[in-house]
């Protein structure tokens, strides 16, 4: 195992550590529990927009802390779900009197935890509402889940839900926003290496030297099927077919594309995929309106990419154009 670590026990402590340090002009980090929270919180009658999962995906959840996205984040260990203390503080920290949206990816662990977290805030008079993101076409079950797991969508969704808190839209308002960007966006992705957790030492599943992984899970889980390497072109074919499919998006649509890098794949080539999307989609008579292309969902230095499509309308796209400003993500600002 080469990574730049200390100790294996201390990743996200001194990880949490530097993130505080780069962007204490964005965020203040709060430990013992271990949450992140946007320097001016909590924001008095906004709605909070509150997320979390396992570190190992920067910059998802902490990355998109700040004005305009999450007011507040929970970092488990890697690729752990944090604690229902970690959910109940930050939510307390955020609270501005107009309630608190939780943006939970469908793994069994998140789920639960923010269900308890949610109950304890309401013992607490905190006003809380819940919406879980599934928008992974690639399979129905996996190892972590009971149903589609929550990937692409849920940074499109923390943006555009972001966006409507700021505008100071009620929290129902907010939440149904958000399950209609959840019910209008599909997801896929695919591994060329798998990535290695430090506490394990070993690589998380193995891939032969001339294989990939069709479906991939972003801790590793495995997907539809294991074919040999093929030229990007296939590769957005095998993951563009299912994800267009699905809803369908149909000849007409506008949609945000977002090309996703799990880790280890370099802008160069999510250009490739990009470029080869945009194919894809112009002979399906799908216009790309808005893109994301980057690493923003990341499965440590897993090597591969992510394809996700939003159908657009006229709200979500001036919604996904308003301004934001945190670590991971800023524009207009």
Not at 32 to 59: C, F, M, Q, T, W
Not at 116 to 125: F, P, S
Not at 162 to 187: F, I, K, T
Request: glycine share 10%; charged share 20%.
């Amino acid at each position: 195992m080469k990574k730049l670590i200390n100790n294996t026990d201390d990743v996200v402590s001194e990880a949490l550590q530097g993130f505080a340090a780069a962007h204490k002009d964005l965020v203040r980090v709060v430990t013992d529990p271990n949450y992140i929270v946007r320097a001016d919180a909590p924001v008095r009658g906004k709605v909070a927009l509150v997320s979390g999962g396992g570190s190992g995906h920067e910059p998802m959840h902490g990355g998109f802390v700040g004005m305009g996205m999450l007011d507040a984040a929970c970092p488990g260990e890697v690729f752990t779900s944090p604690t229902p203390d970690q959910m109940l503080a930050a939510t307390k920290a955020v609270d501005g009197g107009a309630g608190v949206l939780h943006i939970v990816k469908n793994y069994t662990g998140d789920i639960m935890n923010f269900e308890m977290a949610a109950d304890l805030a309401g013992a607490e008079n905190i006003d809380v509402a819940a919406v879980v993101i599934d928008d992974d076409v690639a399979v129905q079950d996996s190892l972590y889940t009971a149903g589609r797991r929550g990937v692409g969508a849920t940074v499109l969704a923390e943006k555009i839900c972001g966006a409507a808190a700021e505008q100071r839209r009620p929290l129902a308002e907010v939440a149904d926003l958000c399950r209609r960007v959840n019910a209008n966006a599909r997801s896929m992705g695919m591994a060329l290496t798998p990535c290695t957790v430090p506490a394990a030492g070993k690589p998380t599943f193995e891939l032969g030297p001339t294989e990939m992984e069709i479906g991939i899970g972003i801790h590793g889980e495995p997907g539809r099927e294991r074919k040999t390497v093929a030229p990007a072109s296939e590769v957005v074919e095998m993951l563009a077919t299912p994800v267009a499919d699905d809803l369908p998006f149909s000849a007409g649509d506008r949609v945000l594309a977002f090309v996703n890098s799990m880790g280890g794949t370099p802008l160069i080539e999510l250009y490739i995929v990009y470029n080869e999307l945009g194919r894809f989609l112009s002979a399906r008579g799908i216009e790309i309106s808005r893109n994301l292309i980057g690493p923003y969902i990341t499965s440590l230095e897993m090597q591969g990419c992510s394809i996700t499509l939003l159908k657009l309308d006229d709200e979500m796209t001036a919604l996904w154009d308003a301004p934001v400003n945190t670590p991971g993500l800023r524009w207009c600002v």
